[in-house]
């Protein structure tokens, strides 16, 4: 299967603290890319790293890839009450042109 | 760059019935996507879309499943015999580019009863 896997499956923080999540694949990729979802609604693109790059920031947002390892983290600094949904890692293989979605890190961010 | 809007939101269908799904508006963008999500699962690719043809589909997309893009701002997903085992969150996407990745749409929640 390509598909990855994230760890760990729920994450709960008290606000301020940093949350990370972490993101498996199988094969090689053209890039990965990380989306939030809130509950029940649309996915929303957070973050785009490519296979050539090893980390990416976007604001309280910061991406590693580590294609030696097919791992991806994905760390959110000083979290708040506001970054809680759900955070999935999704991976555009070689020679295709669809994702392929991670099974998805619940976090929960206590204020 | 317009947000992508599905319609409906929420649709109820009984079994066996044919629902269509809609995907709008759309620019001028050549990649589309749809994807599913059953409740509490993760995010499954259906199929791809380029340039008025699928170019790629998932062994989910079967034969009950299609694809048009009937005028030039509209992108649909029917299902011709809807079964239970379909209820889940139908999302859309288009391909910004390789750059930016996705844009999904906000979904449309089928419930099969």
């Known amino acids: 299967s390509q598909q990855g896997e994230e760890d760990p499956q729920a994450l709960s923080i008290q606000e301020g603290e940093n949350a990370t999540m972490n993101c498996s694949y199988k094969t090689s990729i053209n890039n990965l890319q990380w989306y939030r979802q809130n509950s029940g609604r649309g996915l929303v693109h957070l973050i785009l790293i490519r296979s050539n790059e090893r980390e990416k920031h976007s604001g309280r947002l910061r991406v590693t890839l580590d294609t030696s390892k097919k791992s991806s983290s994905l760390l959110i600094t000083a979290s708040r009450a506001a970054d809680t949904a759900s955070y999935f890692c999704a991976t555009a293989y070689l020679n295709t042109d669809k994702l392929i979605f991670g099974t998805g890190t619940r976090l929960q961010v206590f204020p | 760059e317009p947000e992508v809007t599905q319609t409906p939101s929420h649709q109820v269908t009984q079994m066996g019935q044919e629902v269509i799904l809609r995907c709008v508006p759309i620019s001028n963008h050549l990649y589309f996507y749809w994807y599913r999500q059953i409740l509490g699962q993760k995010v499954e690719f259906l199929v791809s879309?380029?340039?008025?043809?699928?170019?790629?589909k998932s062994e989910i997309f079967d034969d009950q499943f299609s694809v048009e893009r009937p005028d030039g701002s509209n992108f649909t997903l029917k299902i011709r015999s809807t079964k239970l085992e379909d209820s889940a969150m139908y999302f859309c996407?288009?391909?910004?580019?390789?750059?930016?990745?996705?844009?999904f749409g906000s979904g449309t929640r089928l419930t099969v009863v």
């Open positions: 879309f380029y340039n008025n043809e699928i170019s790629e």
């Open positions: 996407a288009r391909q910004d580019s390789v750059r930016y990745g996705y844009t």
